[in-house]
């Protein structure tokens, strides 16, 4: 066999066990299938980019996968292992962890106070024990964005990019190792969007698995090994980010074209 630039290159991954594997996964909602026989897989130590036009089916796909949805169809292994997802309670307890574009931060507390929000440490007089949440809050975010400093601050006095480096502190803190990020950097800056490409490069040094949703092409290529196309609730394909080019990507989302390079799903063009 020849080897060929213009074909799936060797896959890094084979004979790894992937943390996650969403298999022939369908949801319809009234007539319209949000997401139609998709599978898609995601392995320690890995950034999968997951694209797609508005209404593709990509908000809706992670959200089976966080629980937030019951699908109608297909199956979600964990570990290798068939697990139980059909509540947020449940994916936590595999570590599934979603980082919304909201964030979801109690904005008029400090940094430590939103780590522990709902998941307080207590003294043994039952009050707020205060040091210890900082002291530890300290330890995570000295790991993850050692720059942070403003650990006395409400979170809604802090940047995008600090902010966005709280809700990773404890979405990881909590034991994540399959993490979910919905448009992480939408509403972000180029200095604070490059924040947020250094914490995921220490997730992925963790072993961390990470599903990073974008409209912004050029972030996914920046950070991403991977990159799942969806198309009217199908994968189009998916390709190593060495394997394709941007334009050939493109073609992907807008046309449903799948290149050589690409492994093609079930929504690819027919040629
Ligand atoms: N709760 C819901 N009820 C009814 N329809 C829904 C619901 N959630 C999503 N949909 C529909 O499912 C389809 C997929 O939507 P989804 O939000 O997954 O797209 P997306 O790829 O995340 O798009 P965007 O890039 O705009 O975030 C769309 O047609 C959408 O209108
Ligand atoms: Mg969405």
Redesign the pocket.
Known sequence: MTMNEATPSADPNAGKTPLVEMRDIS?A??G????DHASTDLYPGEVVG?L????????????ILSGA?ARDHGTIMVDGKEATITNPRQAKDYGIETIYQTLALADNVDAAANLYLGRELLTRWGTLDDAAMEAETRKVMGRLNPNFKRFKDPVKQLSGGQRQSVAIARAIHFNARILIM??PTAALGPAETEQVGQLIHELKKDGIGIFL?S?DIHDVFDLADRVVV?KN?AIVGSAKTTDVTKDEVLGMIILGKCPAGAIPGPGALAD
């Open positions: 949801i909602f009234g319209i299938k949000a997401v997951l797609g036009h508005n209404g593709a089916g990509k908000s809706t796909l992670i959200k949805y919905d448009e949703i409209h969806m609730g």
